[in-house]
């Protein structure tokens, strides 16, 4: 095996961990807590399904990419839950840290493509990063709901945290930002989302 191929062989294996890395999103059915595998991988299948909805045409194949890229830095960094201020603090230089050693393990060429993809997701300024970013607030939601708001419970979530961090879901995609706000609205009045 040569050395490019070494350093793809342990950035796979380094990329395994995400399946240990449990978010506070439970499955659709309640049961127990997703992992950011499987936060992943839904979201790379919503942004091949969901582009329909954008109203500024986007790149199907790059938003299923940044989808599958961009919880990648929680191996080192550790999720920071939504409504966590604490976490919040210290995410930004957590995950700019993880990121240059994640994606460094890669030879050069792959390696700047997914950082790439990655500051992209961040800096939220392309169609793609404004719609994948729409999606990484919209699944939780939909498996929230799903899951009869099993996690905002457990949190006491209030409608003004869920508004706040949503403000941005829609910008290139009215419908899903539609979407968002009515599945926040309906939680609301089930008393899911604690009102205030």
């Not at 939504?82 to 050069?108: C, N, S, V």
């Not at 979530?157 to 009515?182: A, D, F, P, T, Y």
Request: with cysteine; net charge negative; proline share 2%.
């Amino acid at each position: 095996m040569d050395e490019r191929m070494k350093r793809q062989m342990s950035f796979l294996l380094e990329i395994d961990r995400m399946k240990e890395i449990q978010r506070q999103t439970y499955l659709a059915d309640g049961t127990r807590r997703e992992n950011d595998a499987e936060h992943s991988f839904h979201l790379a299948v919503m942004a091949y399904l969901l582009a329909e909805y954008c109203e500024e045409k986007v790149d199907r194949e790059k938003a299923m990419m940044m989808g599958l890229v961009h919880d990648m830095v929680e191996i080192d960094a550790g999720d920071t839950y939504a409504y966590d201020p604490e976490g919040a603090k210290t995410k930004e230089e957590r995950e700019m840290k993880a990121a240059d050693r994640i994606f460094g393990m890669l030879p050069d060429d792959q390696g700047s493509k997914l950082r790439a993809l990655w500051n992209e997701f961040e800096e939220r300024k392309t169609p793609e990063a404004e719609f994948v970013n729409t999606l990484d607030r919209l699944q939780p939601i939909l498996l929230t709901d799903a899951a009869d708001g099993k996690s905002w419970k457990e949190h006491g979530v209030r409608r003004s945290w869920v508004e706040k961090r949503n403000q941005i879901s829609g910008e290139n995609c009215s419908e899903l930002g539609k979407l968002v706000h009515e599945l926040i609205h309906k939680n609301v009045e089930s008393g899911n989302i604690k009102d205030e």
